[in-house]
């Protein structure tokens, strides 16, 4: 943690210039950011898994206490008020006391509904950023999540400080160790529900800490983008595994995918040519690189790996333009990483909110942003054999698919590869692969 204090200091300090110059520009006295309150279920006496704005785990990594509120002006030490009730239900959180503590006047919250007498005193003065806009109304809050301040976050969320992408790389290590264990647990006959215990066993994170459910999927369930089902039962015949599945650490996500072939064959030669396409993709990434023209490129690729073998038939351009292509690769390159799995601003031209969109061929790209140094972003080319898809083709696209090989490659699902890459001034950093999982 030596380092991370270290790098900690500047962080904490461009968070705080951040505030100071979107406080001067919007005339608001500061912010107030709430880390968020339990959501009961319905008809129950059970919380939803608690899962903490985003906004309030950028100052600090308090990750499973709600009642918590972060003060700040950008001029003076930020508060942090630590929820801590009287409760012998439930553990109470131990007061912080870490390597970014120091950095925050620390005051303690018993009681959820006295937060008023830590607020401060000209509270209409003030930004509340946050989900329970109920509450913001009652304090007296005026400005709840502007929009010129919320942009302003958003675009600025792009540019990680040393700090985060420090996190980042941590997150990246810890993920790595995972998927290798449920590589080997893949190779060794589990189901999809016994590789994804061992991965978490791997991790040391459950369900509810990982960033986003993952993705666990044997044979044809690997076409299916977002499979979560988690069979209990081996499948007859073991072909294929897909796993797109992360680990936080500090509040910061990984997003990784890798797809397996059980066997040697056609379909592993395609995930061997899939890989060389998401690497040639990676190097093309450097600031002032458009994400859109590198979305663009990975479809010619794929057209030329459905060429190569024996997919489809006719020119790269034909395959592209009658989308085919869009077909067996339908999501986008991938997308913004950070606080969150996709995370803000992948759409945000300028501090204003300036909105640049996907284009109309590939409405599915999460990220539209010209590159520049200190973005993360994953890289995620992919090829499915998607019945749904194909079958909304046109005929005279129907007629240049090799509906064979289609058949052939069916039972396996498809392929997803994914690294989580660094951008920064004179090269990239594949975190990814450079903790280990290369293949």
Same mark, same amino acid.
């Given at each position: 943690?030596?380092?991370?204090?270290?790098?900690?200091?500047?962080?904490?300090?461009?968070?705080?210039?951040? !505030?100071?110059?979107?406080? &001067?520009?919007?005339?608001?006295?500061?912010?107030?950011?709430? *880390?968020?309150?339990?959501? $009961?279920?319905?008809?129950?006496?059970?919380?939803?898994?608690? =899962?903490?704005?985003?906004?309030?785990? @950028?100052? %600090?990594?308090?990750?499973?206490?709600?009642?918590?509120?972060?003060?700040?002006?950008?001029?003076?030490?930020?508060?942090?008020?630590?929820?801590?009730?009287?409760?012998?239900?439930? =553990?109470?959180?131990?007061?912080?006391?870490?390597?970014?503590?120091?950095?925050?006047?620390?005051? %303690?919250?018993? #009681?959820?509904? $006295?937060?008023?007498?830590?607020?401060?005193?000209?509270?209409? *003065?003030?930004?509340?950023?946050?989900?329970?806009?109920?509450?913001?109304?009652?304090?007296?809050?005026?400005?709840?999540?502007?929009?010129?301040? /919320?942009?302003?976050?958003?675009?600025? $969320?792009?540019?990680?400080?040393?700090?985060?992408?420090?996190?980042?790389?941590?997150?990246? #290590?810890?993920?790595?160790?995972?998927?290798?264990?449920?590589?080997?647990?893949?190779?060794?006959?589990?189901?999809?529900?016994?590789?994804?215990?061992?991965?978490?066993?791997?991790?040391? &994170?459950?369900?509810?800490?990982?960033?986003?459910?993952?993705? !666990?999927?044997?044979?044809?369930?690997?076409?299916?983008?977002?499979?979560? @089902?988690?069979?209990?039962? #081996?499948?007859? &015949?073991?072909?294929?595994?897909?796993?797109?599945?992360? @680990?936080?650490?500090?509040?910061?996500?990984?997003?990784?995918?890798?797809?397996? *072939?059980?066997?040697?064959?056609?379909?592993?030669?395609?995930?061997?040519?899939?890989?060389?396409?998401?690497? +040639?993709?990676?190097?093309?990434?450097?600031?002032?690189? =458009?994400?859109?023209?590198?979305?663009?490129?990975?479809?010619?690729?794929?057209?030329?790996?459905?060429?190569?073998?024996?997919?489809?038939?006719?020119?790269?351009?034909?395959?592209?333009?009658?989308?085919?292509? +869009?077909?067996?690769?339908?999501?986008?390159?991938?997308?913004?990483?950070?606080?969150?799995?996709?995370?803000?601003?992948?759409?945000?031209?300028?501090?204003?909110?300036?909105?640049?969109?996907?284009?109309?061929?590939?409405?599915? %790209?999460?990220?539209?942003?010209?590159?520049?140094?200190?973005?993360?972003?994953?890289?995620?080319?992919?090829?499915?054999?998607?019945?749904?898809?194909?079958?909304?083709?046109?005929?005279?696209? #129907?007629?240049?698919?090799?509906?064979?090989?289609?058949?052939?490659?069916?039972?396996?699902?498809?392929?997803?590869?994914?690294?989580?890459?660094?951008?920064?001034?004179?090269?990239?950093?594949? /975190?990814?692969?450079?903790?280990?999982?290369?293949?």
């Amino acid at each position: 943690m030596e380092q991370l204090a270290h790098l900690y200091h500047a962080h904490i300090g461009e968070l705080n210039r951040r !505030v100071a110059d979107i406080c &001067q520009r919007e005339n608001i006295s500061g912010l107030v950011i709430h *880390s968020g309150q339990p959501h $009961r279920q319905f008809l129950d006496d059970l919380n939803y898994p608690f =899962k903490v704005n985003p906004q309030f785990k @950028a100052w %600090l990594p308090i990750l499973d206490t709600p009642n918590c509120w972060v003060i700040a002006n950008g001029q003076d030490k930020p508060t942090l008020v630590f929820y801590r009730p009287v409760d012998f239900w439930h =553990k109470v959180n131990d007061v912080p006391q870490a390597f970014w503590t120091e950095h925050f006047n620390i005051q %303690l919250l018993t #009681k959820p509904d $006295r937060i008023a007498d830590y607020l401060p005193k000209n509270i209409a *003065s003030w930004a509340y950023i946050g989900e329970y806009l109920d509450v913001a109304d009652v304090l007296g809050f005026t400005a709840r999540n502007p929009d010129a301040v /919320m942009n302003y976050l958003h675009f600025h $969320r792009a540019d990680k400080t040393q700090y985060e992408l420090e996190c980042m790389r941590g997150a990246n #290590k810890i993920a790595v160790k995972g998927h290798l264990a449920a590589k080997n647990a893949f190779y060794n006959g589990a189901s999809e529900f016994e590789i994804q215990q061992c991965y978490l066993l791997e991790i040391g &994170q459950g369900e509810n800490d990982v960033p986003y459910g993952n993705i !666990v999927a044997l044979n044809q369930n690997a076409a299916i983008l977002h499979y979560t @089902a988690l069979e209990h039962a #081996k499948p007859a &015949q073991r072909l294929s595994f897909l796993i797109d599945a992360g @680990a936080n650490f500090q509040g910061y996500a990984a997003d990784i995918t890798r797809t397996y *072939s059980f066997e040697k064959n056609r379909f592993y030669e395609l995930i061997v040519a899939l890989d060389k396409v998401q690497l +040639s993709i990676i190097e093309q990434m450097r600031p002032g690189v =458009k994400y859109v023209d590198l979305h663009i490129a990975t479809h010619e690729h794929i057209a030329q790996l459905l060429i190569d073998f024996g997919l489809a038939n006719g020119t790269v351009e034909q395959l592209v333009s009658q989308g085919i292509t +869009s077909a067996f690769f339908p999501h986008g390159l991938g997308h913004m990483l950070g606080l969150q799995v996709h995370d803000m601003g992948g759409y945000t031209h300028d501090e204003r909110g300036t909105h640049i969109a996907a284009p109309e061929a590939h409405p599915f %790209l999460r990220c539209t942003r010209v590159l520049a140094a200190n973005q993360v972003l994953t890289i995620e080319p992919g090829l499915y054999i998607i019945d749904t898809l194909l079958e909304q083709l046109s005929s005279t696209a #129907k007629h240049a698919i090799n509906w064979k090989v289609v058949d052939e490659l069916r039972p396996f699902g498809g392929i997803r590869i994914e690294d989580n890459v660094i951008v920064h001034h004179n090269r990239v950093e594949n /975190m990814t692969r450079e903790f280990g999982l290369v293949d």
